[in-house]
């Protein structure tokens, strides 16, 4: 079946560092892909989303590129903040309706001032 | 502004009770679904519902139920026959074509005593 793979947290960098986050996933035929993120006792919410090969899909400073080649759709960020500390989890979606979702186990990280 | 509320927020349970989680969305979505979330875990899909008066069960509906009487409503009830049932409980919508993205609640963290 498919499924996602997301590197371990928890991830920890100083303000203004560099994030990466790698996810890569498995999946019969072109799924969509998404980026959300879950701040400390909220829901989940979208944080980008990409539908086709070589789509980048951002927000907020953050990008991701859908590879089809290497099926990766890895997160970055050119200057973290400590507001972006929350838990981030990288889905993918092969139907029309959501409960086709997939979602990877989440990667916590976290910023220091 | 238009979203999904949860309630309560917290909650506990003795063991052997029911309890009914509430799961509401003012946004004209036609699906809507329940994800459980354990820590250091992805969420995992309880039901869904495509539409009013029908739902289907997902990766881990057993000693859980569910109704859609309404549109707006898709109360989750967790049962005495649930073995672990402390966990974050998140309800999601979507609408019923095109962008396939889910939208959260803020969730429920059930705590059984």
């Known amino acids: 079946g498919d499924s996602v793979t997301q590197m371990e947290g928890p991830v920890t960098l100083s303000e203004e560092a560099f994030l990466t986050i790698n996810c890569t996933y498995t999946?019969?035929?072109?799924?969509?892909l998404f980026w959300y993120v879950q701040y400390p006792g909220e829901g989940l919410q979208l944080l980008l989303k990409a539908t086709k090969a070589d789509d980048k899909g951002s927000n907020k400073g953050f990008e991701a590129t859908y590879r089809k080649e290497t099926t990766s759709f890895h997160l970055e960020k050119g200057s973290v903040q400590v507001s972006d500390s929350a838990v981030y989890f990288c889905?993918?979606?092969?139907?029309?309706?959501?409960?086709?979702?997939?979602f990877g186990p989440g990667t916590r990280l976290s910023v220091l001032p | 502004d238009g979203g999904i509320t949860q309630s309560p927020k917290y909650l506990f349970r003795k063991e052997g009770q029911n309890v009914t989680l509430s799961c509401e969305q003012n946004l004209n979505h036609d699906a809507m679904y329940w994800y459980r979330q354990d820590p250091g875990q992805g969420l995992r899909l309880i039901y869904y519902s495509q539409i009013v008066n029908d739902f289907q069960k997902g990766d881990i509906a057993e000693g859980y139920s569910v109704s859609r009487e309404k549109k707006e409503s898709f109360p989750l009830t967790v049962t005495s026959a649930q073995k672990n049932p402390t966990a974050f409980y998140l309800c999601?919508?979507?609408?019923?074509?095109?962008?396939?993205?889910?939208?959260f609640g803020a969730g429920s963290r059930l705590t059984v005593l």
């Open positions: 999601a919508s979507s609408i019923a074509s095109g962008a396939n993205v889910l939208t």
């Open positions: 999946a019969t035929g072109y799924p969509s």
């Open positions: 889905a993918l979606s092969g139907a029309l309706y959501g409960q086709n979702f997939v």
